[in-house]
């Protein structure tokens, strides 16, 4: 006889737990890259910053999925783990970092908005908008920091750079979609504890 099948709300909250994991990883190991280490304040802010929201994120939905019935899912996305450890440990620039916690940020505000349709309770369905709120923002402020003079390091400011050496791209470019698409979402039964 087949093993049950565990409740929606158990499978979403693994699974979203599962990539806010995958997001820690990324977080620390970006966090140790030596032009990340020696580069950029404020992308080394921002990569400080993101990785406490993703361990703050990732609490919750284990909490959630506690609450649910479920086991906590404390391992990295499984679909996602090893490509992702693979292009890191290949990583030389910051602009390949930006572009890869970009896409990671993407998927997660994607996946936790179309969970939050599929959530049955308004308590549930607030967690996955709240965090994929969030999301939007770490993907856009990743995406203006790349606009910015030197990765937006203020060594530009410091050399008598004036607001014409921001580009005027900077002030849309962090908001790329008038509604966030949800059709690259993660499936719900992805990051389930097996």
Known sequence: MAPPV?????????????LENLAVQSYSTAAELPFVVRGSA???ALVARNRAHHLAHAQAFNQAVVRAGGAPQHAADP???TTVRRRLAAM???DTLVSLLTELEGNNAGTCT?????AERGGLRSLFVNVASV???????????RMLPENGTTAAHTRGATARAVPAAAGTVGVPH??????AASAINEGAVR
């Open 135 to 145: 999301e939007a923002q770490h993907g856009a402020e990743l995406l203006i920091l």
């Open 42 to 44: 404020r992308l080394r």
């Open 6 to 18: 565990p409740p929606l709300a158990v499978l979403v909250l693994q699974t979203a737990a599962s």
């Open 79 to 81: 679909l996602y783990a």
């Open 114 to 118: 179309r969970y939050a349709s599929l």
């Open 92 to 94: 030389a620039d910051p």
């Open 178 to 183: 008038a509604v966030y698409p949800t059709t």
